[in-house]
Structure formats: structure tokens, C-alpha cells
């Protein structure tokens, strides 16, 4: 594994110019490299490592920030741009759309210093509540975007996107996508280049967007787009790969290597970006070769523009339209497309694989929440976290999730419905509530919405891999910071019923449920126990189950716990339960709700099963 930068003198840098970096590094070192010196982001899979990794480049060099939501990410990179020097906001496809009224009004301001936008888009949905191709917000906002095809065009393409932006006076887009963002290759890395600092430019009618100003910088955006496009009719950035004319394949990004792999003898166009698009270039590779195929992911958007060039092109006849793109699936769409022979079919295995659904992880503070609102049978509206699996069997006790924030004001869409004859309840984690979760609490106040919000306070972001925010106490290096006290945030927004429970006494957290939901009026209880995992694994005594006295009733699984298994015992012809002591996290929630006392530490003398 490459060493973090932050580890490394300039000098040892300058001397070591290859290492192995992910796509999340290579961006991260191409900012550093470009000069980049304040960056600020809100974690989502799978951008969250760009933040982390400009996180370990020396303070000196560049500020790097966790903020709490995208928009506030993106505002934060627009004010250090209007201060003169070069700036990124991070995020994912989804997180584009909160940063999305910034964005439109600034590609109309333009910049001072470079202004980046590394954008990871999650095709195939391996993280996401849905597939966004962001390269459609590229154009809907006249925005040059840049989409490199491996972890050394990240870096190389991140760099040039910066001095980009100065040149034509415009945000850049650096669009990553799940595979690249997390796969590992060998790139060559450069020095540290840090153009002057610009200062402040006193250009009302440029940096304030009132609409006399706005309907003076329309026509120059349009002009500005027509420059780049322009340039990236003859920019090394895009290759010409000749091969057999019989076919031409345009593409861009990641599968550009699935597509040299399944067809090597192509003609292949391979685009650094798919808007501004460099139509000149287009039609001379078109007249070369005798039939044309795009190969993109997700949305046909080079397609349908070299069909409005009146050119001759196939694409989404052959290829999804829906999903992550492999060198299977460009393998099968170009033989759908009889330009290769199907590949052959591998001989199936005399037994299908062990589907595993996802569950909490063993000891996760939310079990016991979920586990409550399903015994007072409330009707859930959920929200974005590693919660979610809570829609499933067994906890199955979530009714809805849309987006970040959004379940606090569904809840209040239910009730103010007037049919809804079930409690509503809300439930919300910690850095979502910080993220999206406040203004619509105010507004369920203001209202006068009968519900319940439960605060599912794990003390990080946990979803993503462990990040800090304003209610941890710690900033993206670790440093100690003000910490949000969420009783007095929610008291101060004019709740008046607010309850903080321990997670793990179920006991507890089901009276102050139901004394919550029976409150008229809008109620919060706080769940409160950190995740099991982040920032450090948090391990108590194993617990072990006494199969004299276990009954098998099987209520402790309905926990869905991973710990909890099954023993070789019977009872009345069904399982007794047994726990894996390794994966125990010492919770004791199964004991808590075992209805024979069955369940006890190891340490106290049960018998282990």
C-alpha cells in the first residue's frame, strides 16, 4: 500500500514517482499536485476516500474539511474560489443533487481560482438509493466534465481540470464511477505546483447573480463552452486508437478498458469527456471506419449527441442501459451487435451459491430500536444509513425510505394525510439529521405534526466507513472541535419532549417509545450508544447460551444478529440457538429479551454452546 503523503518529505516524493493508487488516491494526489488549497466535502460511497486521502497531505498545503451536506461542501469550495485560490468539493451522484443550486448559479459567476467538482457516480447500485448519471447535470449546467479511465488519467485529468477551470472561467467536473474509484494500478505521480494566490475580484456584476447580472453572463457561459469544445477538438486528452475499419467504437472512461479487452483489433475513439463534445474529431473517426458503436454506462448522452450531428451510431440497441458495464457485459453487447462471436458459456457449477442477505453488524446499536418500533407496530418512515437494513427480514420494521432527510418530513406528509390510524415515526442517524434532518423538524413543529422522531445517535458517520461530523468532537485530522449536543439543538428548534435512551436496554427504549408516540405533538427520542465498529471495535465479554435451559423459542433471532446461530440441540422438534463467541459483541440485547434466562456472559459461568 502507497504511504500516506502527509508521511513523506517533498523531496522523498519528487524521488519515488510510482506507486499503486486507487482512483479515490489518484484524484486526491492530482488536486495536491495542481495546488490545490481548500477541499471540503460530506462521506458518500464511493467518494469518500478523495477526502480522506486529501486529509494526510500537510496542513500547510491545503485545508480539508468534513462538512454537514453537500451544498455546504460545494458553497465552502465556491468561497475559497472567490478568494483567489484553487479549490474542490467531493461527493457522490446523489450528493450532486443537494450541491445542485450552487452549482447552476456558479457556472454562470465562473471562477476565480480553479474550481473542481470530483464527482463519483455508483452504477450497478452497490451503495446508493439509485443510478444517476451526473454527466447529464454537466450539460444541464454548462459544465465541462473530464472522465478519466483508470487511477493515472484521475491524477492527470484532475490536474488539467483545475488549470481548465482558470483558463476558460469555469467549474470542471472530474466524473469517477465505482470501479474506478476503488480499484488499485500503478500511477506515476509529479511534484507539487502552487500558482500565485489571486485575491479577491471586485466584480459585482461577475460574482453577484441578481438577474440583471445573470442575463449578462448567460451568452458568455454559452460562448465559454463553445471555447472548450474547441480545444478539446485537438486536446491530447482524447485518442485515436486505428485498428480494423470494419468497426469504430466511441467511448469514454472505465469501459474503454473493457472495451479494449473484449475487442483489441477495434478502431477505438476514446473521449476524455462527454460534454463539450469534439464534434470535428467525431466525424473524421465516423468516415474511417464502416459502423460505429458507443460504449457508455448508464445514460446514451454521446450517442444521442452524434445523433443530433446527423451521424450514424449504435449504442443502447446493444448495451444497457441499467447497471455497472464488465468485459462480460461489453463482450455480450458487441456480440448482440455481430461484430464478435458470442462468447462461449462457462459450465455451471452443480450447486448454486448461498444467497447471504445483509444485516446489522453484530451488537449495532440499532437493533434494539427496530426491534421496538416493530413491537408498537408504528408505521416507519426511514432514511438514508446503514439502518435501512432494517426494511428486511428480520427486523423488517421500515416502511419507507427516498433520500437524505427526507424521512422526518414524509412522517409528517403521513399524518397530515389524516388517514394513517398506526403511530408515525420517524428515524434518523446522527450525521443525517445534521446533514438534512433539522429544517424539516422545524417544520413539524411549526406545523403541529403529531409524531415521533427517533434519533439514532451512533457518534459517527457510520455507513461510510467511520467519518467525524459536528456531533463527534473531532474534525477530518483528528483535531478537537465543538460538539453539537443534540438535546439542546432539538430543544432549541421548540420540541418539547425529548428523551435520550441507552440503546442496548431494550426495556427502556420500548416505555420511552410508547410515553414518545402517546406525547401529542412532536416528540424525539435519542437513541444513544457508539457503532460497535468506528472509531475503534468496541468488544464486551461473549455471551454464551445454556442449552439445558434454552427452550428454542427463537425469539433472540429475530434480533437478525450474525453472532447468533444455530446448535446442534432440539426442542419440541425445532433449533436451539447458539453464539459464536468471536463475533459476539457483548451487547446483551439477546439476553435481555430471552424469556429463560438462557443467555449469560461467558465470564459469569454459562455454558458455552
Known amino acids: 500500500m502507497n504511504q500516506p503523503a502527509a508521511e513523506l518529505s517533498r523531496n522523498a516524493r519528487a524521488n519515488s514517482r510510482a506507486r499503486p493508487m486507487t482512483g479515490n488516491e489518484a484524484i486526491a494526489r492530482g488536486a495536491w499536485e495542481a495546488g ?30 468534513w462538512s454537514t451536506n453537500e451544498k455546504t461542501a460545494m458553497d465552502v469550495a465556491i468561497g475559497a474560489s472567490f478568494a483567489g485560490v484553487r479549490a474542490m468539493a467531493a461527493m457522490k451522484h446523489v450528493g450532486l443533487n443537494v450541491a445542485a443550486d450552487a452549482l447552476m448559479s456558479f457556472s454562470y459567476i465562473g471562477v476565480n481560482g480553479g474550481l473542481v467538482i470530483a464527482i463519483c457516480d455508483d452504477p450497478g447500485i452497490h451503495s446508493s438509493q439509485n443510478e444517476q448519471d451526473s454527466r447529464v447535470f454537466a450539460g444541464f449546467a454548462h459544465v465541462p466534465v473530464l472522465e478519466p479511465s483508470d487511477a493515472q488519467e484521475a491524477l492527470d485529468f484532475t490536474r488539467h481540470a483545475f488549470e481548465m477551470s482558470e483558463r476558460f472561467d469555469t467549474p470542471v467536473m472530474v466524473r469517477a464511477t465505482t470501479r474506478l474509484s476503488h480499484t488499485r494500478s500503478a500511477v506515476e505521480v509529479g511534484d507539487r505546483h502552487e500558482p500565485p494566490v489571486r485575491g479577491f475580484d471586485e466584480n459585482p456584476a461577475k460574482n453577484v447573480m441578481i438577474p440583471g447580472h445573470a442575463r449578462q453572463r448567460h451568452p458568455k457561459v454559452l460562448e465559454r463552452i463553445r471555447l472548450v469544445a474547441e480545444e478539446m477538438e485537438t486536446s491530447a486528452l482524447n485518442r485515436v486508437e486505428m485498428g480494423d475499419s470494419r468497426v469504430g467504437i466511441i467511448t469514454v472512461g472505465v469501459p474503454y478498458a473493457y472495451v479494449k479487452e473484449a475487442m483489441p483489433e477495434a478502431s477505438v475513439l476514446k473521449l476524455a469527456s462527454s460534454y463539450p463534445l469534439p464534434e470535428r474529431l467525431i466525424r473524421d473517426f465516423c468516415q474511417h471506419v464502416e459502423r460505429v458503436l458507443v460504449v457508455e454506462e448508464l445514460e446514451p448522452i454521446i450517442e444521442n449527441a452524434i445523433k443530433v450531428m446527423g451521424l450514424s451510431v449504435e449504442g443502447k440497441e446493444w448495451f444497457p442501459r441499467v447497471g455497472e458495464f464488465s468485459p462480460e457485459v461489453v463482450r455480450e453487447g458487441l456480440a ?49 444509513g446503514c439502518y435501512t437494513l432494517a426494511s428486511i427480514e428480520p427486523l423488517r420494521s421500515i416502511d419507507t425510505t427516498v433520500s437524505m432527510g427526507s424521512s422526518i418530513a414524509n412522517a409528517i406528509g403521513m399524518v397530515k394525510a389524516g388517514i394513517e390510524t398506526r403511530p408515525v415515526v420517524a428515524t434518523i442517524g446522527d450525521s443525517t439529521f445534521l446533514h438534512s434532518g433539522i429544517p424539516p423538524l422545524i417544520d413539524a413543529v411549526y406545523n403541529g405534526a403529531d409524531i415521533t422522531v427517533f434519533l439514532l445517535d451512533n457518534h459517527i458517520t457510520a455507513m461510510t466507513g467511520g467519518q467525524d461530523h459536528p456531533a463527534t468532537g473531532k474534525t477530518l485530522r483528528g483535531d478537537d472541535a465543538p460538539r453539537v449536543d443534540f438535546v439542546e439543538l432539538v430543544k432549541s428548534l421548540g420540541v418539547e419532549w425529548v428523551r435520550r435512551v441507552d440503546s442496548y436496554d431494550m426495556a427502556t427504549m420500548l416505555r420511552s417509545l410508547r410515553e414518545a408516540i402517546e406525547h401529542k405533538g412532536v416528540s424525539v427520542v435519542i437513541s444513544d450508544r457508539p457503532c460497535v465498529l468506528d472509531p475503534v ?67 459469569a459461568g454459562a455454558g458455552a454452546a
Open 36 to 65: 490545490l488549497r481548500v477541499a471540503a466535502a460530506y462521506p458518500g460511497t464511493p467518494s469518500t476516500e478523495i477526502m480522506e486521502n486529501l486529509g494526510r497531505f500537510p496542513a500547510e498545503d491545503l485545508h480539508a474539511q
Open 336 to 384: 448482440r451487435a455481430g461484430v464478435i462471436d458470442a462468447p462461449a458459456r462457462k459450465a455451471a457449477f452443480g450447486f448454486a451459491p448461498m444467497v447471504r442477505p445483509p444485516v446489522l453488524c453484530a451488537g449495532c446499536p440499532h437493533t434494539s430500536c427496530y426491534m421496538a418500533l416493530r413491537a408498537l407496530d408504528a408505521r416507519v418512515a426511514g432514511d438514508i
Open 537 to 603: 471495535k468496541i468488544k464486551g465479554p461473549a455471551l454464551a447460551v445454556d442449552q439445558e435451559k434454552c427452550i428454542a423459542c427463537q425469539s433472540c433471532m429475530n434480533l437478525g444478529c450474525p453472532a447468533l446461530t444455530w446448535s446442534d440441540g432440539w426442542h419440541e422438534g425445532r433449533h436451539k440457538v447458539a453464539i459464536d463467541p468471536d463475533a459476539c459483541m457483548g451487547c446483551t440485547l439477546c439476553a435481555q429479551i430471552c424469556p429463560t434466562d438462557s443467555i449469560a456472559p461467558i465470564a
